[in-house]
């Protein structure tokens, strides 16, 4: 069987768009606040959200929160295990979507 | 703006898994039957089946049903359009995912 033309071969909490985006964004910079990865990605503060704890749940991103002059300022990172998926998914992908 | 960033570069018909699969199986094979693209997906008949209503509604895919032997047999090709969104995309999806 051609295992890697299985659906399964992608992992899911990545293919989704903006956890792509997140993950792609954070995997080349090392870290990035929430305005910037949601104006980066053009998305609503909900969705953006709503990605952020998909992705945290899995262990892809840590989050720093701290306080920058008055205003509240929160970072992601990407994990050693998000990293590791990120590439993981990114030869999966290539794999998916190559010609034979 | 990083244009190359923004989730609506990537055409959702595309990059749902299953149809990313479809497509990309189809652009390289030509043509595919039912039973074929499922097996290599490793999807079920439903999943398959609501999937390839999406690519042909999108005019991405094109449908020829004829009778082998005593079976109905149905054979799946990408369109001209097909052909330029499944392109368009992994150009699209490139961009959105190296690393800057």
Same mark, same amino acid.
């Given at each position: 069987? %051609?295992?890697?033309?299985?659906? +399964?071969?992608? +992992? %899911?909490?990545? !293919?989704?768009?903006?956890?792509? =985006?997140?993950?792609? *964004?954070?995997?080349?910079? =090392?870290?990035?606040? $929430?305005?910037? *990865?949601?104006? &980066?990605?053009?998305?609503? +503060?909900?969705?953006?959200?709503? !990605? *952020?704890?998909?992705? #945290?749940? !899995?262990?892809?991103?840590?989050?720093?929160? #701290?306080? +920058?002059?008055?205003?509240?300022? &929160? &970072?992601?990172?990407?994990? =050693?295990? =998000?990293?590791?998926? $990120? %590439?993981?998914?990114? *030869?999966?992908? #290539?794999? $998916?979507?190559?010609?034979?």
């Amino acid at each position: 069987m %051609d295992r890697c033309r299985k659906v +399964d071969a992608l +992992d %899911d909490a990545i !293919h989704q768009k903006v956890r792509l =985006g997140v993950m792609s *964004l954070l995997a080349s910079a =090392g870290e990035a606040d $929430f305005s910037s *990865l949601k104006n &980066t990605l053009g998305v609503s +503060d909900g969705n953006m959200s709503t !990605h *952020l704890t998909v992705l #945290e749940e !899995h262990g892809y991103i840590s989050i720093r929160r #701290e306080i +920058d002059g008055r205003r509240p300022r &929160t &970072t992601y990172s990407p994990t =050693g295990l =998000g990293r590791r998926a $990120f %590439d993981a998914y990114v *030869l999966a992908l #290539e794999a $998916f979507i190559r010609p034979r």
